[in-house]
């Protein structure tokens, strides 16, 4: 009987620290914070080469998480920004309004440079995502509801 308890108390602490570590690796993997404060959790509007739509584009970072209007669509993913600027972007998911005429180009527009962003800056207030030559895809400013 004692044999028995001893081996079943050794399964709880092969598997706490299974957990332990499990959850160890997730953080490392998926941060759940930025190191700039103005870009977590801050919702922005694009402020350049804005179309005229009836809803603005926009994108919200928080913990690890983006979200988003694209001009069609609503858009999520996951997201890694580092100190160094560097950010990783994952296949986002889309919901699937049918679109036609100038929401729809804007939509293929913003999707494929969303794609191609590698680098982020806050520059006077405005939040510029730039390729992995530091050209200038997309730029925000922080998004205030009327």
Same mark, same amino acid.
């Given at each position: 009987?004692?044999?028995?308890?001893?081996?079943?108390?050794?399964?709880?602490?092969?598997?706490?620290?299974?957990?332990?570590?499990?959850?160890?690796?997730?953080?490392?993997?998926?941060?759940? @914070?930025?190191?700039?404060?103005?870009?977590?959790?801050?919702?922005?509007? %694009? $402020?350049?080469?804005? +179309?005229?739509? &009836? /809803?603005?584009?926009?994108?919200?970072?928080?913990?690890?998480?983006?979200?988003?209007?694209?001009?069609?669509? @609503?858009?999520?993913?996951?997201?890694?920004?580092?100190?160094?600027?560097? %950010? $990783?972007?994952?296949? +986002?998911?889309? &919901? /699937?309004?049918?679109?036609?005429?100038?929401?729809?180009?804007?939509?293929?527009?913003?999707?494929?440079?969303?794609?191609?962003?590698?680098?982020?800056?806050?520059?006077?207030?405005?939040?510029?995502?730039?390729?992995?030559?530091?050209?200038?895809?997309?730029?925000?400013?922080?998004?205030?509801?009327?």
């Amino acid at each position: 009987m004692i044999l028995f308890m001893q081996h079943k108390y050794w399964r709880l602490v092969l598997v706490g620290c299974l957990l332990l570590t499990l959850n160890a690796c997730n953080t490392k993997a998926n941060p759940s @914070s930025i190191h700039d404060p103005l870009l977590n959790q801050s919702q922005w509007v %694009l $402020a350049k080469n804005v +179309p005229n739509l &009836s /809803r603005p584009i926009t994108v919200l970072f928080e913990r690890g998480r983006m979200s988003g209007f694209n001009g069609c669509n @609503s858009y999520s993913g996951n997201y890694i920004a580092n100190e160094d600027g560097t %950010l $990783a972007l994952g296949q +986002p998911s889309v &919901s /699937r309004i049918l679109c036609s005429g100038v929401p729809s180009q804007t939509e293929r527009d913003y999707m494929d440079k969303l794609a191609r962003v590698r680098i982020y800056a806050l520059v006077r207030g405005q939040l510029v995502l730039l390729d992995a030559q530091r050209k200038p895809l997309l730029t925000f400013q922080t998004y205030k509801p009327t």
